[in-house]
């Protein structure tokens, strides 16, 4: 019997491993800027003290390193643990270089970050770049079906262009191109010509969401007996993992986020920028907290909870890590399913950042969960009047479907009712979306704060004039003249799509 046990336990090993060794991201496509490396670095947010910080990943591999001053002075070594490898470290310099190495004391050079760009930038004059959806690869097929796995490419390869034209932003590089004036190849507003696209010098990025796709490639649903090659989730209406193995699905987590790090253009964005970052869906699952089945009774679905748990683990590793809590603090969230909210301050301007997935239960209508709720209205309270602030919701407050559109997903497409759920005007959401809004017209109102909300989620961008009319509970009918600006939203998403 023990012998039969033992060739059974190797039997599900094997296939386990054939199956995850299926799933296969592109080594490289050099024409859309794509080459998979297994380690990275960023720049991190500045510590609450100011200092200088950068961020790391490395593998088994290479799991230790130096970071050399631009004398090529060793000024730091660092070593990564597992899961995933990661760190955030302050450095004492505004410009280093970074090499991982290996147990074989084998280097390789990763290339120069600029940690000390934040603090350059002057008080009056900075721009704030907006992000989110990466989404960037896609499934093909080979002649004979066989699927296989490539870069979105895009009309006219417009995804690499899109990508390519975010770094030339963030490194502020003249662009040749057209607009609609087609002035001698010069970009003409109010008759001053420029080759420069903002005339506030890049200080910050804010990622709204999906930043890597746990589902990645989720609409194509692969025949019977056949893996998916990017996706560690069923494709279907209400998903479970490929694989229940949580040491597979680290490796696929490294991998996924290896793999969307891998973009020569974002990188270097981020070598220069440092990043506040949002959670969504797909960091853990497509709908997370809309499909019904996440909780019963408040308790979580024991077939779904480790992977949330490693796909949060992986978020706060990977991203959560770069913005401006303490390595201690980001960790400590793993804890309890802690929600991630968390405010910030750029030159002046002061910001709070929502997480609209750890206490999203459709099945008790929560979407933000007391405690955040409670957080938010203390930090809203203390601030001074006559401002403006930046609200990171990765979902859109405004911009919505037509009804009838929704209905017809509902209907005809069953996949894409998580994505009606989420939305802040479904029915399930829009009491918390009119306690939120009633909660900023009172500040706006008695305090002149306007909020400035910044989202994604939908791969559309869209800026959005938020008007309210004060009055028309009271009047029972809208009245141009009492109504006021309540603020904007700005949706910035699908930087592939």
């Known amino acids: 019997m023990k012998n039969s046990l033992f060739l059974f336990f190797l039997l599900s090993l094997c296939f386990s491993e054939v199956g995850f060794a299926q799933i296969k991201f592109p080594e490289s496509e050099l024409l859309k800027g794509y080459e998979y490396k297994e380690v990275h670095a960023r720049v991190a947010f500045p510590s609450e003290e100011g200092d200088n910080r950068i961020w790391l990943k490395g593998s088994a591999e290479f799991p230790m390193g130096n970071i050399r001053d631009t004398s090529n002075v060793i000024i730091n070594q660092f070593s990564l643990e597992p899961p995933f490898y990661t760190s955030v470290i302050t450095v004492q310099t505004d410009i280093v270089e970074v090499e991982f190495c290996g147990t074989s004391k084998k280097c390789i050079a990763y290339g120069k970050l600029y940690p000390g760009t934040y603090n350059a930038i002057s008080r009056e004059n900075f721009s704030i770049l907006l992000y989110g959806c990466m989404e960037p690869f896609q499934i093909s097929y080979k002649d004979d079906g066989t699927p296989f796995t490539e870069i979105f490419e895009g009309e006219k390869n417009s995804s690499f262009k899109l990508r390519s034209l975010f770094k030339n932003v963030a490194l502020e590089q003249p662009i040749n191109y057209e607009d609609s004036i087609k002035v001698k190849q010069e970009y003409q507003f109010n008759g001053i010509k420029d080759s420069t696209l903002l005339k506030g010098t890049p200080k910050l990025i804010i990622t709204t969401g999906d930043q890597v796709y746990v589902d990645a490639g989720y609409g194509e649903k692969m025949k019977k007996d056949v893996i998916h090659p990017l996706s560690a989730w069923e494709t279907k209406r209400r998903p479970l993992p490929f694989n229940n193995s949580e040491t597979h699905y680290i490796q696929y987590l490294n991998k996924l986020y290896n793999a969307s790090y891998s973009f020569d253009d974002i ?103 007391e405690k955040q709720w409670k957080d938010f209205e203390d930090w809203l309270n203390k601030l001074e009047r006559d401002q403006e602030i930046i609200l990171i919701t990765s979902i859109p407050l405004t911009l919505r479907p037509l009804k009838f559109i929704e209905d017809v997903a509902k209907l005809f497409k069953p996949e894409l009712r998580d994505d009606v759920r989420d939305g802040w005007s479904s029915k399930n959401n829009i009491a918390e979306r009119d306690r939120l809004i009633a909660l900023l017209v009172k500040h706006r109102i008695e305090r002149d704060i306007k909020p400035i909300f910044v989202s994604g989620d939908v791969h559309k961008s869209a800026l959005i004039e938020i008007w309210v009319d004060t009055n028309v509970k009271r009047n029972s009918k809208h009245d141009i003249a009492e109504t006021m600006i309540l603020g904007y939203e700005v949706v910035a998403s699908g930087i592939s799509h």
């Open 267 to 369: 990188e270097a964005a981020h070598s220069k920028l440092p990043t506040l970052s949002t959670i969504d869906d797909h960091e853990l699952r497509d709908g997370w907290g809309s499909q019904k089945d996440e909780y019963e009774n408040g308790t979580m679905n024991p077939l779904l909870e480790d992977h949330y748990k490693l796909g949060k683990q992986a978020f706060l590793e990977h991203q959560l890590l770069l913005s401006n809590k303490s390595s201690e603090k980001v960790r400590d969230l793993l804890e309890e399913n802690k929600s991630m909210e968390y405010s910030f301050e750029v030159n002046g301007k002061k910001g709070y950042v929502f997480d609209l997935r750890s206490s999203r239960d459709i099945n008790t209508n929560q979407v933000l969960g």
